[in-house]
């Protein structure tokens, strides 16, 4: 699921530079919160529960 949530998070912020100038600086922040979940859980190991 994380991972679903940080392609849909990248695929908005590719959005936010064309489209949604409005929104882009939350995209922003939301798709570098997204990389700091996935690289703690790259980094801690953890597995999501299945």
Do not use: D, E, Q, S
């Amino acid at each position: 699921m994380i991972w679903t949530l940080a392609v849909v998070l990248f695929v908005l912020w590719l959005l936010g530079f064309g489209v949604f100038h409005v929104a882009g600086g939350l995209i922003h922040l939301l798709l570098v919160l997204a990389v700091i979940v996935v690289l703690y859980r790259l980094i801690t190991g953890r597995r999501p529960v299945a």
